[in-house]
């Protein structure tokens, strides 16, 4: 059966519907939000810069990587080797050493950040060796609840949220970092 076809027929059969309550919901809240995602995001394995509005992030990016060689960003004033709006398929991201997005929303309670969509080939989170995520320190939220009021979908119709390295634990109960996406993830705080 159908998706559509099973969906059509739970609303046909549906005698009473009911709407969601109105509860609110208080997360938790810190004192210093950007120390708390700081902390939080060492705990699970990012690395954290802060930078100011004037810094250059180029510099930066490529202090933290001196052995990369090749770079893939589409972020306006960021020096890349790739553009992953310009590629003409994902598979040409391949090789990527350090990808560099933007953030949306960092979130402190558990030091993930959402990176929307604002690129053709979102691969580039994802197969780049590195990944350096750029956010302005005034985006940062307390919770999960504050992160969701805020996020805003682009075009694409995609993001994600990010939280360090990419970690599986499945294989002999075994802690492994960077199994599936980039080994290592750095955050570059702004402002």
């Not at 076809?5 to 969601?20: P, S, W």
């Not at 705990?43 to 202090?63: F, H, P, S, W």
């Not at 590195?130 to 805020?150: D, G, K, P």
């Not at 802690?175 to 599936?180: D, I, K, R, S, Y």
């Amino acid at each position: 059966m159908k998706k559509e076809d099973l969906l059509r027929r739970l609303r046909r059969h549906t005698i009473q519907q009911f709407d969601m309550p109105e509860t609110a919901v208080k997360g938790i809240t810190y004192p210093d939000v950007a120390r708390q995602f700081i902390e939080t995001s060492k705990n699970v394995g990012c690395k954290v810069i802060e930078a100011k509005e004037t810094d250059d992030l180029n510099a930066i990016i490529r202090q933290a990587y001196p052995d990369a060689q090749v770079f893939a960003s589409n972020v306006k004033g960021i020096q890349a080797d790739r553009n992953p709006d310009t590629v003409a398929e994902a598979q040409e991201l391949n090789g990527t050493d350090v990808g560099i997005v933007e953030g949306q929303v960092a979130v402190a309670e558990n030091g993930c950040v959402w990176v929307p969509q604002t690129m053709k080939e979102r691969v580039v989170c994802f197969v780049s060796e590195q990944l350096v995520i750029l956010v302005r320190r005034r985006r940062i939220v307390n919770n999960m609840h504050e992160a969701y009021s805020r996020i805003q979908m682009t075009d694409y119709g995609y993001g994600c949220f990010i939280s360090g390295p990419s970690k599986t634990a499945d294989i002999e109960q075994a802690l492994v970092m960077g199994a599936q996406a980039a080994r290592g993830v750095t955050v570059i705080l702004i402002g």
